[in-house]
């Protein structure tokens, strides 16, 4: 196991930095919810109304993601800024995740770099966030 060193801290607050500013700039750039049918929007309101899963709505997935999403409902209220939040808090863990895992089989350019490409690849330039408007 790799220890974070200072150079790690360093690279991880630039990781963060950067996602700070890309969220500021990009807000509002996100997918639309309507073409991705809102099953992750419907399925928690509906189980949260007191519909079973599997019994009463049919769910195409595992339910975990629907039990977290009725749970983030609960604490923060039924809202697409709730969903969009829990997946930017996610989409950091993950990137940071990256960084650590590549980072005990590379140095920290390196691991700061291939979190950076997938960053920019996965988040910035995929469908959901796509630069330009429609």
Known sequence: ???????????????????FISLTLLRGYFGDAIIACGRELHLPQAMLDGNIL????????????????????????NSITTLQFA????????LIAIYCISRCFL?????????????????CFSSGWSLRKN
């Open 1 to 19: 196991m790799v220890a974070l060193f200072k150079k790690d801290i360093f690279y991880i607050l630039l990781l963060t930095f950067i996602i």
């Open 54 to 77: 599997f019994k009463d709505i049919f769910g195409m997935y595992n339910p975990l993601g629907y039990q977290i999403n009725t749970l983030l409902y609960l604490l923060f209220g």
């Open 87 to 94: 997946g930017i808090v996610n989409s950091y863990f993950i």
């Open 107 to 123: 140095e920290s350019i390196y691991s700061f770099a291939i979190s950076m490409v997938l960053f920019l690849h996965y988040i």
